[in-house]
């Protein structure tokens, strides 16, 4: 049941970032902002949540500060948009897939295989291979972005696979890592001068098309966080993160759909055809990676 769930939650991603690609090429660049639109959505839906159901934990203070580096990590996922394309900011997916594997085997009593290692050497070319042949940005700058990008996510999902595997439900659990995450967004403009100044300047210039596109990542956001969630607790953390993988595929079609159909909403994305077929190759060769890396 884990692994359709799974697939959902990937295509879900997909959509959050090419959405939010959206936004950072054709409307807003400040990170800052685009996440304070979006949390204040969010807060709308965390304050009917803690009003209608209990979302007490235990688990609170770890959830919160697992949040916090989700939060910086959403921060640098916007910032890079403005400088990669959405399919090659999705190797950092993988590099982040290669850290929860190793975490699930060392923590949550999964072994090592021969077959895993050359999995995650595929992985580590896959990535190199990506990010050397298509970007305007040195490699080693993109590199740094990417693994930065990959760290970020890791305290959520130790900590939610931790959760779970507490018997903790998965309604507190999914409160507390979004609220973690919102609070900071929601705040923190208004804490620093500068943010706030740049929150009101922007403000006038939030169209119609803009909020809805805020509003539909914040919806898929809630929706993917559900579906992992309960991914987590009915599978292994390393292969949940590994079929997770498939997303940079449904990103390229996602993206290829938006140029098509809705030019004027394209997200950032080059689709010549030596873009096109690096693309395929490398995320092929480390989809590769990833399904060795489940074999035992």
């Given at each position: 049941m884990w692994f359709p769930?799974?697939?959902?939650?990937?295509?879900?991603?997909?959509?959050?970032?090419?959405?939010?690609?959206?936004?950072?090429a054709r409307f807003h660049k400040s990170p800052s902002f685009l996440l304070w639109v979006q949390t204040c959505f969010s807060m709308v839906f965390l304050i009917l949540i803690a009003m209608t159901h209990p979302v007490s934990t235990d688990w609170?203070?770890?959830?919160?500060?697992?949040?916090?580096?989700?939060?910086?990590?959403?921060?640098?996922?916007?910032?890079i948009l403005d400088r990669l394309d959405i399919s090659v900011v999705n190797a950092a997916w993988a590099m982040n897939s290669m850290f929860l594997s190793v975490i699930g085997f060392t923590f949550f009593s999964e072994t090592w295989t021969l077959l895993q290692l050359f999995g995650a050497l595929l992985v580590c070319f896959g990535v190199l291979f990506v990010s050397f042949f298509h970007t305007h940005?040195?490699?080693?700058?993109?590199?740094?972005?990417?693994?930065?990008?990959?760290?970020c996510y890791l305290p959520v999902a130790?900590?939610?696979?931790?959760?779970m595997l507490s018997g903790e439900t998965i309604l507190p659990v999914i409160f507390w890592l979004i609220l973690g995450r919102d609070l900071v967004g929601f705040v923190v403009p208004f804490l620093l001068p500068r943010q706030r100044r740049n929150?009101?300047?922007?403000?006038?210039?939030?169209?119609?098309?803009?909020?809805?596109l805020s509003g539909?990542?914040?919806?898929?956001?809630?929706?993917?966080?559900?579906?992992?969630t309960l991914s987590y607790?009915?599978?292994?953390?390393?292969?949940?993160?590994?079929?997770?993988?498939?997303?940079?595929?449904?990103?390229?079609?996602?993206?290829a759909a938006t140029v098509k159909f809705f030019p004027s909403?394209?997200?950032?994305?080059?689709?010549?055809?030596?873009?096109?077929?690096?693309?395929?190759?490398?995320?092929?060769?480390?989809?590769?990676?990833?399904?060795?890396l489940t074999l035992s």
């Open positions: 769930l799974t697939l959902l939650s990937a295509f879900l991603w997909a959509v959050i970032n090419v959405v939010n690609s959206t936004l950072v609170m203070p770890l959830l919160v500060a697992a949040a916090f580096f989700a939060y910086l990590g959403d921060l640098l996922f916007l910032w940005v040195s490699l080693r700058r993109t590199l740094l972005m990417l693994l930065a990008l990959g760290l130790v900590v939610r696979k931790a959760a929150v009101f300047s922007h403000l006038p210039q939030c169209t119609l098309s803009f909020v809805l539909l990542v914040v919806a898929c956001f809630y929706a993917t966080e559900l579906v992992l607790r009915l599978g292994p953390v390393s292969l949940i993160s590994i079929v997770g993988n498939i997303q940079p595929f449904f990103v390229l079609l996602l993206a909403y394209a997200p950032k994305e080059l689709f010549s055809v030596q873009s096109t077929s690096i693309k395929v190759l490398s995320f092929s060769v480390v989809f590769i990676g990833l399904a060795l």
